[in-house]
């Protein structure tokens, strides 16, 4: 997912600030990057649902956005199947991650069509002027695109990393 990527670790105030101009110099426009999920695309009619449908389904009890909200913001909760696995496991119930998936995947594919932009067209248009594009995400690939494709924002995006499935 990586590849042509360079990790870089901050150093000395100075350090920074050379790299910075350094990088400036080299690349041809700066590079802007978006994370998907309610920064450019509101999930709360989709992934946020998608989620509560899940847990719901295998818990029989109803489940609140706030509980969704809260788990969240923990770290290390972004992965929305993970997120549903945490609200089962909170209420002592054993579930296999391939079924919390399978049953998950179910609701979220019959909601991703309500899934909009949340930053305009004009906008997206003008920082492309500026910046080359892109989008990280911890969503499966063929769920990035078609969202992008479905809402016609694809074309201001120069590269999608995403997550890869085995």
Same mark, same amino acid.
């Given at each position: 997912?990586?590849?042509?990527?360079?990790?870089? !670790?901050?150093?000395?105030?100075?350090?920074?600030?050379?790299?910075?101009?350094?990088?400036?110099? %080299?690349?041809?426009?700066?590079?802007?990057?978006?994370?998907?999920?309610? &920064?450019?695309?509101?999930?709360?009619? !989709?992934?946020?649902?998608?989620?509560?449908?899940?847990?719901?389904?295998?818990?029989?009890?109803? %489940?609140?956005?706030?509980?969704? $909200?809260?788990?969240? !913001? +923990?770290?290390?909760?972004?992965?929305?199947?993970? &997120?549903?696995?945490?609200?089962?496991?909170?209420?002592?119930? @054993?579930?296999?991650?391939?079924?919390?998936?399978?049953?998950?995947?179910?609701?979220?594919?019959?909601? $991703?069509?309500?899934?909009?932009?949340?930053?305009?067209?004009?906008?997206?248009?003008?920082?492309?002027? @500026?910046?080359?594009?892109?989008? &990280?995400?911890?969503?499966?690939?063929?769920?990035?695109?078609?969202?992008?494709?479905?809402?016609?924002? &694809? +074309?201001?995006?120069?590269?999608?990393?995403?997550?890869?499935?085995?």
């Amino acid at each position: 997912l990586l590849k042509n990527c360079l990790r870089i !670790s901050i150093g000395t105030k100075e350090q920074c600030q050379r790299l910075t101009n350094e990088l400036r110099r %080299i690349l041809e426009k700066e590079i802007l990057l978006f994370d998907m999920d309610g &920064v450019l695309i509101d999930v709360s009619e !989709s992934y946020i649902i998608a989620i509560k449908k899940t847990a719901e389904f295998f818990l029989n009890k109803e %489940i609140t956005l706030n509980e969704i $909200r809260t788990i969240k !913001s +923990e770290p290390g909760y972004n992965n929305e199947w993970d &997120v549903t696995e945490k609200l089962i496991l909170k209420r002592n119930l @054993k579930i296999k991650k391939e079924d919390i998936i399978r049953i998950y995947q179910q609701y979220y594919l019959s909601l $991703r069509d309500n899934e909009k932009p949340i930053i305009s067209k004009k906008i997206l248009k003008k920082l492309k002027k @500026k910046f080359r594009l892109g989008i &990280v995400t911890g969503r499966p690939r063929k769920e990035a695109e078609y969202t992008l494709k479905i809402n016609n924002i &694809v +074309e201001f995006f120069d590269v999608i990393i995403a997550m890869k499935i085995a």
